[in-house]
């Protein structure tokens, strides 16, 4: 249902968009090069790169998909929270350093794919390539997944049909990522990083206040489903099982490998700084978390109509605009699209940086230019959001879902070659070839086989992990010993 006070809303949306594109402008007049378009020529400070890197991880995920997972499974979502907490300390820990410093000392690496080639001297072979289709396939799922949230977002504010809905939030993500590249979109995470913050605290707050407290929010649950307050079952009362936990736990592990998360690690200005960016970062992490799970939970007693299925995703929107005043609820409402927007426009850049940078240079124009690689990377970004645009128009998309698809593609395909290339000297090229192929492959087709149930159940992340690992190991030292 479109808001009592679409104007209010559409102003409140309409001055964002404003600072948006005006810090696309600016970043516009900033980038003369590649570098410049996909790593802000590494010139973040430690502030930025953690909130850029934090509101780039988290996406409409975190205002709709997770909400609407705690609305419908009650506590069973702090397995998954927990998961990412420790994955995000583990990323920053001991990837984000020794990544940016690495990138650098190989001959100012860009993209993950040209770090590869340069880590295991692959000059003209097909790795680079390779680990450039695998980073388009997953990124035109991923970005899909920002459209299905935008879509879902117009769709309930506005009464726009749902592929109309897709369409205007398509375009609005373009717009700035085409003009401004790295720089607007980093610069604009600030921004979209504080937003989300305080809309999720102040929705949060809300809830648990028109549900009585944290005492009247247990009891909302277990009035509803006492089967929500226990952690080790689903709503139905079905036990997880060790299906079930791992499978929660396991998105964690996918931090290690998603190319936009990575990117700003390899963007910051000094390496030194980032201790001061993971606390930032993961302060800010733990707020955001605990309060999405806590909008979800209290949406359950404070909304008078029951969400089903899908529109479970829609708790954020509902608490927002119904509780209100509108010019308030405009605010938070923005937030929601911060958040797509911040990742979203990461996607679509490791997208181009992907296509221009290691398909059209490394395959068909070895000679190109900087001015030339900069229109084809912006050009790249028209298509990837074209298609992904098409993917997202089937309504019965849920943000979850195609966000886990992705987030599991990235982390089995290139997590483990980027672990052990950091730490294991005896990794070889021929490793990488082996962990990318079946980490993508073995995700691919597990998702394929989910409808199966039983083991298929099992998230395709731990299956495309584990194959990655053991293919990097035994193919590594295997080709030592010949």
Same mark, same amino acid.
Request: include cysteine.
């Given at each position: 249902?479109?808001?009592?006070?679409?104007?209010?809303?559409?102003?409140?949306?309409?001055?964002?968009?404003?600072?948006?594109?005006?810090?696309?402008?600016?970043?516009?007049?900033?980038?003369?090069?590649? *570098?410049?378009?996909?790593?802000?020529?590494?010139?973040?400070?430690?502030?930025?790169?953690?909130?850029?890197?934090?509101?780039?991880?988290?996406?409409?995920?975190?205002?709709?998909?997770?909400?609407?997972?705690?609305?419908?499974?009650?506590?069973?979502?702090?397995?998954?929270?927990?998961?990412?907490?420790?994955?995000?300390?583990?990323?920053?820990?001991?990837?984000?350093?020794?990544?940016?410093?690495?990138? %650098?000392?190989?001959?100012?690496?860009?993209?993950?794919?040209?770090?590869? %080639?340069?880590?295991?001297?692959?000059?003209?072979?097909?790795?680079?390539?390779?680990?450039?289709?695998?980073?388009?396939?997953?990124?035109?799922?991923?970005?899909?997944?920002?459209?299905?949230?935008?879509?879902?977002?117009?769709?309930?504010?506005?009464?726009?049909?749902?592929? #109309?809905?897709?369409?205007?939030?398509?375009?609005?993500?373009?717009?700035?990522?085409?003009?401004?590249?790295?720089?607007?979109?980093?610069?604009?995470?600030?921004?979209?990083?504080?937003?989300?913050?305080?809309?999720?605290?102040?929705?949060?707050?809300?809830?648990?206040?028109?549900?009585?407290?944290?005492?009247?929010?247990?009891?909302?649950?277990? $009035?509803?489903?006492?089967?929500?307050?226990?952690?080790?079952?689903?709503?139905?009362?079905?036990?997880?099982? /060790?299906?079930?936990?791992?499978?929660?736990?396991?998105?964690?592990?996918?931090?290690?490998?998603?190319?936009?998360?990575?990117?700003?690690?390899?963007?910051?200005?000094?390496?030194?700084?980032?201790?001061?960016?993971?606390?930032?970062?993961?302060?800010?992490?733990?707020?955001?978390?605990?309060?999405?799970?806590?909008?979800?939970?209290?949406?359950?007693?404070?909304?008078?109509?029951?969400?089903?299925?899908?529109?479970?995703? *829609?708790?954020?929107?509902?608490?927002?605009?119904?509780?209100?005043?509108?010019?308030? $609820?405009?605010?938070?409402?923005?937030?929601?699209?911060?958040?797509?927007?911040?990742?979203?426009?990461?996607?679509?850049?490791?997208?181009?940086?992907?296509?221009?940078?290691?398909?059209?240079?490394?395959?068909?124009? *070895?000679?190109?230019?900087?001015?030339?690689?900069? #229109?084809?990377?912006?050009?790249?970004?028209?298509?990837?959001?074209?298609?992904?645009?098409?993917?997202?128009?089937?309504?019965?998309?849920?943000?979850?879902?195609?966000?886990?698809?992705?987030?599991?593609?990235?982390?089995?395909?290139?997590?483990?070659?980027?672990?052990?290339?950091?730490? /294991?000297?005896?990794?070889?090229?021929?490793?990488?070839?082996?962990?990318?192929?079946?980490?993508?492959?073995?995700?691919?087709? #597990?998702?394929?086989?989910?409808?199966?149930?039983?083991?298929?159940?099992?998230?395709?992340?731990?299956?495309?992990?584990?194959?990655?690992?053991?293919?990097?190991?035994?193919?590594?030292?295997?080709?030592?010993?010949?």
């Amino acid at each position: 249902m479109p808001s009592h006070d679409t104007p209010t809303l559409i102003a409140t949306f309409a001055v964002y968009l404003g600072i948006c594109l005006v810090l696309g402008f600016v970043a516009w007049r900033r980038t003369t090069n590649l *570098k410049d378009f996909i790593l802000g020529g590494r010139s973040l400070g430690p502030w930025v790169t953690a909130l850029s890197a934090q509101a780039t991880d988290m996406s409409g995920w975190l205002l709709l998909g997770l909400p609407g997972f705690a609305y419908l499974a009650g506590i069973e979502s702090a397995w998954l929270v927990g998961g990412l907490v420790v994955g995000t300390w583990l990323n920053w820990r001991f990837v984000a350093q020794p990544l940016r410093e690495r990138t %650098e000392a190989l001959g100012d690496a860009l993209t993950l794919p040209a770090y590869f %080639e340069r880590a295991f001297d692959d000059v003209g072979g097909l790795l680079r390539p390779l680990s450039a289709f695998f980073i388009l396939v997953f990124f035109i799922l991923y970005a899909s997944s920002q459209f299905v949230a935008a879509g879902r977002l117009f769709e309930s504010l506005f009464g726009l049909p749902y592929a #109309w809905a897709v369409f205007w939030g398509s375009i609005v993500m373009l717009a700035y990522t085409f003009l401004g590249g790295f720089l607007a979109v980093s610069w604009s995470d600030v921004l979209q990083g504080t937003l989300m913050f305080f809309a999720l605290l102040l929705v949060a707050a809300m809830g648990v206040h028109l549900v009585g407290g944290f005492d009247g929010l247990h009891a909302t649950l277990n $009035a509803f489903n006492a089967e929500l307050l226990n952690p080790w079952t689903n709503a139905e009362g079905a036990p997880l099982g /060790w299906i079930g936990i791992a499978s929660a736990l396991a998105w964690g592990l996918g931090y290690c490998g998603q190319p936009h998360i990575l990117a700003r690690f390899m963007a910051i200005r000094d390496p030194q700084q980032m201790r001061i960016a993971r606390r930032v970062a993961m302060s800010w992490q733990i707020v955001v978390l605990a309060a999405a799970m806590l909008v979800g939970m209290s949406a359950l007693g404070a909304l008078p109509v029951r969400l089903e299925g899908s529109d479970a995703e *829609k708790a954020f929107i509902q608490m927002s605009a119904q509780f209100f005043p509108p010019w308030l $609820a405009g605010i938070c409402l923005a937030g929601v699209l911060a958040a797509i927007m911040s990742t979203a426009s990461a996607q679509l850049l490791l997208s181009s940086a992907a296509f221009a940078e290691d398909f059209y240079r490394g395959l068909i124009r *070895k000679q190109a230019g900087a001015r030339e690689l900069l #229109w084809v990377g912006r050009l790249a970004v028209l298509g990837v959001a074209a298609i992904a645009s098409v993917v997202a128009l089937d309504p019965s998309s849920t943000v979850l879902s195609r966000v886990g698809d992705a987030w599991a593609g990235f982390g089995a395909t290139f997590g483990p070659a980027i672990v052990l290339s950091l730490y /294991w000297p005896r990794m070889t090229r021929i490793g990488a070839y082996a962990g990318v192929l079946a980490g993508g492959l073995t995700v691919v087709g #597990w998702m394929a086989m989910a409808d199966r149930g039983g083991i298929f159940a099992l998230y395709a992340m731990v299956p495309g992990f584990a194959a990655s690992l053991l293919a990097i190991v035994a193919a590594s030292l295997a080709s030592r010993r010949r």
